[in-house]
């Protein structure tokens, strides 16, 4: 009877443990090697938040409705643009790593843009400078 408890404890611990250590594998199957060719589509904003210093030199926090803005690829060549539903600022863009790098574009001008998530259905980008950071998600169109 002890035997039969402790191979049943011991076959309870593995279960636990097997079902703890596999909580991450969804979200690494999804991700996608950072391209420009993953990037191509419609990328629809969903949550844009971040801080930047105010005029007394203190870190503010904010948020900002973006709905109805979004980024797009229109070939692997890096040719896009992003619309804040009233004007569109096209740019020309490159990946080094899993940095997005404008040209030509009003939009995140003199920022540095990291791809901090990329799946086939969601983009995650943060936008940083010496004075501030935004955070935009984005879902496919």
Do not use: P
């Not at 709905?67 to 096209?90: C, P, Q, R, V």
Request: with cysteine.
């Amino acid at each position: 009877m002890k035997t039969f408890r402790f191979f049943a404890t011991l076959l309870v611990i593995a279960l636990c443990a097997g079902f703890t250590s596999c909580s991450d594998d969804d979200e690494e199957e999804n991700s996608v090697e950072i391209s420009l060719a993953n990037l191509q589509g419609t990328w629809d904003m969903i949550k844009c938040y971040g801080w930047e210093y105010d005029d007394n030199n203190q870190k503010e926090n904010w948020t900002e409705d973006v709905s109805g803005e979004y980024i797009f690829f229109e070939d692997t060549d890096g040719n896009g643009g992003y619309s804040d539903g009233s004007h569109t600022y096209y740019f020309a863009s490159s990946i080094n790593g899993n940095k997005l790098i404008l040209r030509d574009s009003g939009w995140l001008a003199g920022k540095s843009i990291t791809i901090t998530k990329l799946t086939k259905t969601e983009l995650h980008i943060t936008a940083t400078d010496e004075n501030s950071e935004e955070n935009y998600e984005m879902i496919k169109r």
